[in-house]
């Protein structure tokens, strides 16, 4: 399968995904669509320059992003748009990762536009709520404690790509952000913080930024809940899939005006459900 012929079928694959959602059959146990379409799209898309990705996904999505928290100020907004300023030039290859370190410079980046950018980075030392959320979240102390733990177990997250498994990394990537938006360790602005280290993660991988859309928001904070409070995350990870899906398409393959990358080598036939 060549790009053309890759890029082809994702767009056939998402006529079918969009039949699904309007007869609300999405989520299905014999659903293997999104599968079909991540692992195309990892094999043998050609990628566009990911600068490119990141500008779509911010002049589409970014104001969207900071609608689906509520009572978000305009510096927050713009300091989103510095988030992925950073996302887009970070390079796995170079630069230095860690879940704790590297989430207290997304979070510095969220207030760097406030007028106390200095909230940035700063643990909490009182109690938090999850907004709109049934869940009871740790004390300041327990968050901490916890969120320090991933100063030596970030590479674990890693250990699915020493296999190939793509899927078992976005599992763990969609799982650990749940972890971490249930921990609280900020007093505010954990959502965004940690949804876009998520995507942060996902471009190790070459997939595109996902999204929330406002409509899909309650659907997103059930899949949630049940991840913090029954420890079960797959319907949270089954949501993300399709959310991939949909990042793929309106990101990369619905623009024609692409221009990939050509350096991308195009990966061997790998198997599809």
């Not at 009871?136 to 674990?156: C, G, H, L, M, W």
């Not at 070459?206 to 797959?234: C, F, G, H, Q, W």
Request: hydrophobic share 35%; charged share 25%; with cysteine.
């Amino acid at each position: 399968m060549n790009n053309d012929e890759a890029r082809f079928f994702i767009s056939s694959m998402m006529y079918g995904y969009k039949k699904r959602k309007e007869q609300n059959r999405l989520y299905s146990d014999d659903d293997f669509i999104p599968e079909n379409i991540i692992t195309t799209y990892y094999d043998f898309v050609i990628k566009p320059e990911f600068s490119f990705v990141i500008n779509e996904y911010k002049k589409q999505y970014v104001f969207n992003e900071a609608r689906v928290e509520p009572n978000v100020s305009k510096e927050e907004i713009a300091g989103l748009g510095t988030i992925y300023d950073y996302i887009q030039t970070f390079d796995f290859d170079k630069d230095y990762f860690n879940i704790f370190t590297t989430s207290l410079v997304l979070h510095q980046k969220l207030y760097s536009k406030c007028p106390n950018p200095h909230f940035g980075g700063t643990l909490r030392d009182c109690d938090a709520i999850l907004y709109d959320l049934p869940v009871e979240v740790p004390t300041a102390n327990v968050a901490k404690e916890r969120f320090n733990q991933y100063i030596a177990t970030s590479n674990d997250i890693f250990i699915p790509l020493e296999e190939g498994d793509i899927f078992g990394y976005i599992n763990n990537t969609v799982s650990l952000t749940a972890d971490l938006i249930y921990l609280q360790p900020f007093a505010d602005g954990n959502k965004r913080t940690f949804r876009a280290l998520q995507n942060l993660l996902f471009k190790r991988i070459d997939l595109p930024p996902v999204y929330i859309e406002v409509s899909e928001r309650e659907e997103y904070k059930k899949n949630l809940t049940i991840a913090m409070t029954e420890n079960d995350y797959n319907s949270l990870i089954r949501f993300y899939y399709y959310k991939i899906c949909d990042a793929i398409m309106n990101l990369d393959i619905s623009k024609s005006e692409i221009a990939a990358n050509s350096q991308h080598k195009v990966k061997s036939l790998g198997t599809l459900h």
